[in-house]
């Protein structure tokens, strides 16, 4: 198989776009019917559902944890019902990659983890890469999406996409049965 992947110059949600476009289009041919999305306030989102409408694709918002409130980075109540009502599953729980326990035991920001190097290495690729991967996780965790059939997975750099990607989903504890399938687009600058 043969396929292309595209490359962002720079990263940021002048991409959102053409990334939605392109997790459309691949979810379509490989007849992928559960798509998982970051999304802290909604606006990709609200993009990737208004793209999937009127396929069977199950749309998963997953969002930053609550743990951010003070920083203003968690979805707004109105939003969130605004999207269960359009028909996605919206999603908030602690990150599979970070930003729990041991991250309080940690004496530079980065604890010595296995979460934290799956996370760096994940980051090596891009941010997005690290977040699709953390999505899906969490996703799967909750029950959301089936780990049996692939998901299109779709998050990005700051706001909005500017990474979509292929993956066999799995549950944290059975991480080493996830597979990042197919890249289908990121920024070139991790």
Same mark, same amino acid.
């Given at each position: 198989? =043969?396929?292309?992947?595209? #490359?962002?110059? +720079?990263?940021? @949600? /002048?991409?959102?776009?053409?990334?939605? +476009?392109?997790?459309? =289009?691949?979810?379509? $041919?490989?007849?992928?019917?559960?798509?998982?999305?970051?999304?802290?306030?909604?606006? !990709?989102?609200?993009?990737?559902?208004?793209?999937?409408?009127?396929? /069977?694709?199950?749309?998963?918002?997953?969002?930053?944890?609550?743990?951010?409130?003070?920083?203003?980075?968690?979805?707004?109540?109105?939003?969130?019902?605004?999207? $269960?009502?359009?028909?996605?599953? &919206?999603?908030?729980?602690?990150?599979?990659?970070?930003?729990?326990?041991?991250? %309080?035991? %940690?004496?530079?920001?980065? @604890?010595? %983890?296995?979460?934290?190097?799956?996370?760096? !290495?994940? #980051?090596?690729?891009?941010?997005?890469? =690290?977040?699709?991967? +953390?999505?899906?996780?969490?996703?799967?965790?909750?029950?959301?999406?089936?780990?049996? $059939? +692939?998901? &299109?997975?779709?998050?990005?750099?700051?706001?909005?996409?500017?990474?979509?990607?292929?993956?066999? @989903?799995? #549950?944290?504890?059975?991480?080493?049965? *996830?597979?990042?399938?197919?890249? *289908? !687009?990121? @920024?070139?600058?991790?």
């Amino acid at each position: 198989m =043969k396929k292309e992947i595209c #490359y962002f110059e +720079e990263a940021g @949600p /002048n991409n959102t776009d053409v990334t939605i +476009e392109i997790a459309l =289009k691949r979810a379509g $041919e490989l007849n992928i019917n559960q798509v998982v999305v970051a999304s802290t306030h909604g606006e !990709t989102a609200h993009k990737v559902l208004g793209a999937f409408e009127g396929t /069977n694709c199950k749309v998963v918002v997953v969002t930053i944890s609550q743990a951010f409130e003070k920083e203003n980075w968690i979805m707004k109540k109105e939003v969130r019902q605004d999207l $269960e009502k359009r028909g996605a599953i &919206v999603l908030t729980t602690l990150h599979a990659l970070g930003d729990d326990v041991n991250t %309080s035991f %940690s004496t530079n920001g980065k @604890p010595a %983890s296995f979460n934290a190097v799956v996370r760096e !290495t994940l #980051y090596r690729f891009c941010q997005g890469m =690290k977040v699709c991967v +953390e999505i899906v996780l969490m996703a799967a965790e909750a029950g959301a999406i089936n780990v049996d $059939e +692939e998901v &299109v997975a779709i998050a990005g750099t700051d706001k909005g996409a500017d990474t979509a990607v292929v993956i066999k @989903p799995a #549950y944290a504890r059975k991480f080493f049965d *996830l597979e990042i399938r197919e890249i *289908l !687009t990121k @920024p070139r600058k991790a």
